[in-house]
């Protein structure tokens, strides 16, 4: 196996080893208040690097708490399920982290 091809089955087949809760938490705020959202939005709105977005909306997607939909433009949006939306008043409503998103909700 030559070392492009190696590179391309692990890129492929990356998964999280460690889930680490502050960025799922970040994703999981955000699609909350913000709503549907592609990925560069999110990404950016989170401070992720492309890669490091992916591995958790997949991972979110995995665990049933994102789902994708496709609006006109045939663009993936993420969005949260039942779910994550459980997640979101179980888990993170209280706030572990100051994401600053409750208070931009409010002037929209």
């Known amino acids: 196996m030559n070392a492009l091809s190696h ?3 692990s890129s492929t087949t990356r998964q999280l080893k460690r889930i680490t809760w502050h960025r799922v938490e970040s994703i999981i705020v955000f699609l909350y208040y ?5 990925k560069s939005v999110i990404r950016s709105a989170c401070s992720m690097n492309y890669k490091c977005c992916d591995l958790y909306l997949n991972w979110c997607i995995r665990e049933n708490y994102v789902k994708i939909l496709s ?3 045939r663009r993936k949006l ?7 939306i459980e997640l979101y008043h179980n888990e993170f409503e209280g706030g572990i982290c100051d994401t600053g998103y409750e208070e931009s909700a409010s002037i929209l």
Request: glycine share 12%; proline share 0%.
């Open 7 to 9: 590179r391309n089955e």
């Open 34 to 38: 913000k709503g549907a959202n592609n």
């Open 71 to 73: 609006d006109r433009e």
């Open 78 to 84: 993420f969005v949260l399920t039942e779910r994550g």
